[in-house]
């Protein structure tokens, strides 16, 4: 019987909403946008926050690093072998730990040799990660780093790219060039798509997996031994702990195995002391981007405000047009029960609508979110609308419903009812009071002002990132390192020969200049300290190799000395240039030019004399960190460098440098070429898809809030005609309609906004640590945001009254 019921009354209550269309879209176009939004945000803040990682034992896994103590400071989070390689062999807290690093390769047997981000790990690291495999296997859990091991594991996407997805690809080799020999490798397995490698490493689009003891940079290399000094960012162990094992037990325990070995580390390099970093894995695979999605989420729930309080004006809207059906159903017997349960059951068909096309387009606009984070950040690949996000969608579905159905409840006046029926209507429903005009004013105001705020002050950091000047061109620019196998030739001989490779490109089609050197646009940046006479080391600074024309071709400024001499080049004399920044760290309170002719102490511990003082190079990725400090080492050639200026219009390629320059030399290979614009690009990526977001973020709320604004007043003012009528009838003018209009609602709107700009300017200032990584205050463009948001609110409170004013509502007098 109840079934029965319940059935008729939805019957009713959709065909009620049929009968106002216009009504039943505004609503849901304004919801389904605004939850949309709401929940790709939330399918972020679900992934950060939480949903388990796809690991072995996320509770007990953590990420160790180190803390290398010098003299006067600290360089935490740069590892060097020895001290994981004990901490590794030694610990005694630990119940799987696995060391990694990050690399690339040069894949000699593939057609084109090309260069593939790679992974040095563990044979428990498929295990710990839960790796899903298209074919074959990881390595054995019983892999020893003292012994070579020639296997190797592909990504699906290499598989396809260079085998062209063969189905007996397991067995095959891979020749990789390490140094001036070749080593072959045993492919044993295949990584499947859905897998992604630990954003922690920087490498997500990682295609090969070597195991730890192929890395060639410390093991079994007989020419070289890998020192104390030598610190690699992204060597980490990856740690499972023991049952009952806290972090703090953790350090002391690494802390005194370092100990045991103190005599080799001890004053190597100036280090005074080594000290064990622990993370739990959560927070290093996270880093700062879960700050970043509470932000984005504060910014939604903001515009799901505004959207309520626009859908409300609806609602009172409807609540008028409804107050005939609703008395006439109170005449019929109706109780307050079932008056209300029938509102309900209209809001509730219209939330679940609302609803319902808010996670379709979620989908897609999670799909989309994937395409332009993909890479750039963390745990992307996990997001989707899953169970969590679901069950959130039916709890905001009931609680809007029953919202919005309060807010129609109220204003309908069930004691009055039969007598409205007698009427024929007339004051069906009671208007809403002046109180609740204003604060529906003011609050839209108020998150209005507060949104578009920080959104301001996010793109200001963003746009401060893409428009402070690099420090170099870009465009048009290429990179190309080349090496020669098996090279014995002298470093003078190499430079002679990198001066006529110099000299093949120049004299190629399509090519306009040509300097030697690496330019420093780059994801990744070299780090180096120098030492003065004295024995006091610096703080890291950014470096990079270059030759003496670089500068020049590239319109880097040398501010003060010269570029760098050829006999620098050749190795013969030991030169640098330095920033402008580096110059006033190494000489705070001197003018930069003082430190020509200074001497430090750098690369292998040799003294180098400053020749020269640059403009900075502002690293868009590493301003924070750098703030313009760069050293230029000269580009000896032990290997061959070259900045390549193409034409205008030209596109050069990899191959077809290879192939131009193995004319002169059939032995060359290409280590790595890179299309400096596309890199410079790629680094402002994400500072380009923020003011995009946000920019937009802040003109939709400008746009909600207008509209909610706009909505209430012409509400308010329709249900005042017959008032406002009277007034111009009793000789009201215009202006004095105007004024009563600023006492109603200016004062609301000007509330909210001083609020909204008190709590602005309180919250950054006391959080000004924690957020100047996102946002900056750009007092010129707030101040034109905010006149652009009072002046936007000033409309939509005076439009309503210019429009009813040219509606004459003296004519309401006649029509009653």
């Not at 100990?259 to 080594?274: A, C, F, M, P």
């Not at 215009?734 to 006492?743: E, G, I, Q, T, Y």
């Amino acid at each position: 019987m109840k079934l029965t019921k319940t059935r008729a009354q939805l019957s009713l209550a959709w065909a009620s909403l049929m009968n106002a269309p216009g009504f039943v879209t505004a609503v849901i176009a304004t919801l389904a946008l605004t939850l949309a939004t709401l929940f790709v945000v939330l399918s972020l803040v679900n992934s950060y926050f939480l949903k388990p990682l796809d690991v072995y034992d996320e509770s007990r896994m953590v990420v160790v690093e180190q803390s290398l103590t010098y003299d006067d400071y600290d360089a935490t989070g740069f590892q060097s072998y020895q001290s994981m390689v004990h901490w590794l062999k030694h610990n005694q807290s630990f119940e799987q730990s696995m060391m990694i690093n990050a690399g690339e390769q040069i894949f000699a047997n593939l057609d084109g040799e090309p260069k593939e981000p790679v992974l040095y790990v563990g044979g428990n690291y498929f295990d710990l990660l839960n790796t899903p495999f298209l074919m074959g296997q990881g390595f054995d859990l019983g892999e020893t780093l003292e012994t070579p091991d020639d296997r190797v594991v592909i990504s699906a996407n290499f598989w396809r790219k260079h085998y062209n997805s063969d189905p007996n690809i397991i067995g095959k080799t891979l020749s990789v060039m390490a140094g001036e020999t070749d080593y072959v490798h045993r492919i044993v397995g295949v990584v499947d798509d859905s897998f992604s490698p630990p954003y922690m490493f920087k490498a997500s689009d990682v295609e090969v997996w070597f195991p730890s003891s192929a890395d060639r940079r410390y093991f079994h290399n007989d020419d070289w031994q890998s020192p104390w000094t030598n610190t690699f960012k992204n060597l980490k162990l990856i740690a499972v702990l023991k049952p009952g094992i806290t972090i703090d037990q953790v350090k002391v325990d690494l802390k005194q195995q370092i100990d045991t070995v103190k005599s080799e580390w001890l004053n190597n390099g100036g280090i005074t002391d080594v000290k064990p970093e622990v993370t739990p894995y959560r927070d290093v695979e996270l880093g700062n981007n879960d700050d970043l999605s509470l932000m984005m989420l504060a910014g939604a729930v903001g515009l799901l405000i505004i959207a309520v309080l626009n859908v409300s004006t609806l609602f009172f809207s409807r609540a008028l047009a409804q107050h005939k059906t609703l008395a006439l159903q109170a005449v019929l017997g109706a109780k307050r029960s079932t008056l209300f349960k029938s509102i309900f059951l209209q809001s509730l068909i219209l939330m679940t609508l609302s609803v319902s096309i808010a996670l379709f387009l979620s989908v897609w606009g999670i799909r989309l979110f994937k395409v332009l984070a993909e890479g750039r950040l963390p745990l992307v690949n996990s997001l989707a609308v899953d169970s969590t996000l679901v069950i959130v969608a039916i709890i905001l579905c009931i609680a809007l419903a029953y919202i919005f159905s309060v807010i129609t409840a109220r204003l309908v006046n069930y004691k009055t009812l039969n007598t409205q029926m007698q009427n024929s209507g007339k004051g069906g429903v009671s208007q809403v009071s002046g109180r609740t005009v204003r604060i529906l004013i003011g609050s839209q105001m108020f998150v209005a002002a507060l949104l578009v705020s920080f959104s301001v002050m996010v793109v200001s950091k963003a746009m401060g990132t893409i428009n402070r000047p690099l420090g170099s061109d870009t465009e048009n620019l290429y990179f190309a390192n080349l090496f020669q196998p098996n090279n014995q030739m002298s470093l003078a001989e190499r430079y002679e020969h990198m001066l006529q490779y110099k000299q093949v490109l120049l004299d190629s089609q399509g090519i306009d200049d040509v300097a030697l050197g690496h330019s420093p646009v780059s994801a990744r940046q070299n780090a180096n300290t120098l030492t003065d006479v004295n024995g006091k080391s610096s703080i890291f600074f950014p470096s990079q190799w270059v030759g003496p024309d670089y500068f020049a071709l590239v319109n880097t400024k040398i501010l003060a000395g010269r570029t760098f001499s050829e006999q620098a080049i050749r190795g013969e004399t030991n030169e640098i240039l330095v920033s402008v920044s580096v110059a006033e760290n190494l000489l705070p309170g001197q003018d930069y030019r003082n430190i020509i002719g200074k001497s430090y102490q750098g690369l292998e511990e040799k003294m180098y004399e400053v020749v020269g003082v640059t403009e900075d190079f502002n690293h868009p990725k590493y301003y924070d960190e750098s703030f313009g400090r760069h050293i230029w080492w000269p580009a000896t050639p032990y290997s061959y460098m070259f900045t390549i200026k193409a034409s205008d219009g030209v596109k050069l390629t990899n191959k077809q440098i290879l192939n131009t320059l193995k004319e002169k030399n059939s032995d060359l290979t290409m280590w790595q070429f890179n299309d400096l614009q596309q890199e410079y690009d790629n680094l402002l990526y994400m500072s380009r898809l923020t003011v995009v977001l946000c920019s937009t973020l802040a003109l939709f709320t400008l746009l909600l809030a207008a509209i909610g604004i706009f909505g209430v007043l012409s509400y308010n003012l329709g249900l005042r005609r017959y008032e406002f009528g009277i007034r111009m009838a009793l000789g009201a003018k215009k202006a004095r309609l105007f004024k009563l209009m600023s006492v109603e609602a200016i004062i609301p709107v000007l509330i909210g906004f001083a609020v909204a700009l008190a709590v602005v300017m309180i919250g950054f200032y006391m959080l000004q640590g924690q957020l100047m990584s996102w946002l900056i205050l750009d007092v010129r463009l707030q101040l034109l945001a905010w006149s652009i948001t009072l002046c936007i609110a000033l409309f939509a409170c005076f439009r309503p009254l210019v429009l009813l004013l040219k509606a004459k509502p003296m004519a309401a007098l006649r029509n009653d």
